[in-house]
């Protein structure tokens, strides 16, 4: 779908993206039907991070398998998402394949590449930001979503995402619950310092309007700790060979390619 040149490669192929896994999760299910899928068709509250892997294992084989790969991975969540119905909290219907619902999935997904890239790897270029958003477009297709139905422009992606942060958003149970089971989930005492990492990520990135509406704690102290991170993980990246920093799909499609 894409190739060595493009931006989706040289941004989805980082495997820091995954700080930004509990962020993207946690804003769509601030879209209330979105969150009434994940509570009824997910495990979310015993296993919280599998919903967030298979979406990068299917995204990763579609922007960097071969054809066939990449029209298979595309086909089989079309068929996940075809079971994937039923009523919100509010009795209103929802449907997985609803372009209304797939383009909010899509935005925080695209919003939360650039957020943890250009944290943690390097800024980009307004231009580097169009070419990226242009070329999410194919992917969105791939998740069904029409073409037609994603904003024209980058400029026009990021007046839709404000417009949803300001009034197409709100939290129910379920989101709460997702985000506790997020920022709290039940791991060995071994994994607790790669778990703070990730809520320190997870909370600071998050919009402090949905933060606050979530009631999640944030403060100076916190603020600088993040800024600490960014700059220590940013260093570490620039000195770490691509068969570390990079995920294995990205590199499999660079040689391929080659």
Do not use: C
């Not at 879209?31 to 892997?53: H, I, M």
Request: avoid cysteine.
């Amino acid at each position: 779908m894409f190739g060595p040149g493009s931006m989706t490669w040289r941004v989805n192929g980082e495997a820091v993206l995954l700080l930004g896994g509990g962020r993207a999760l946690i804003l769509q299910v601030a879209q209330p039907k979105v969150a009434a899928g994940v509570g009824e068709f997910s495990s979310y509250r015993t296993e919280p991070w599998n919903r967030l892997y298979r979406t990068l294992d299917t995204t990763l084989t579609i922007v960097f398998g071969d054809p066939e790969a990449s029209r298979a991975a595309s086909e089989r969540l079309r068929g996940v998402h075809e079971r994937v119905s039923g009523f919100d909290d509010r009795g209103e219907p929802y449907s997985a394949l609803d372009p209304e619902l797939l383009l909010w999935v899509q935005a925080t997904l695209i919003d939360t590449s650039l957020t943890i890239y250009e944290r943690y790897v390097a800024p980009l270029t307004s231009p580097e930001r169009d070419r990226f958003y242009e070329e999410m477009k194919a992917v969105a297709e791939a998740y069904s979503l029409p073409r037609e139905a994603m904003p024209a422009d980058y400029p026009a992606f990021r007046r839709y995402y404000s417009e949803m942060l300001a009034g197409g958003l709100r939290i129910t149970d379920t989101a709460r619950d997702v985000a506790d089971a997020v920022l709290r989930p039940d791991l060995p005492r071994v994994a607790w310092p790669a778990v703070e990492l990730l809520r320190l990520v997870t909370v600071g990135t998050l919009p402090p309007a949905l933060r606050d509406d979530l009631g999640l704690e944030w403060g100076a102290g916190r603020e600088r700790l993040l800024a600490a991170s960014e700059k220590a993980i940013r260093r570490l990246l620039a000195v770490l060979p691509a068969v570390v920093r990079r995920f294995p799909q990205a590199r499999t499609g660079v040689l391929r390619a080659a």
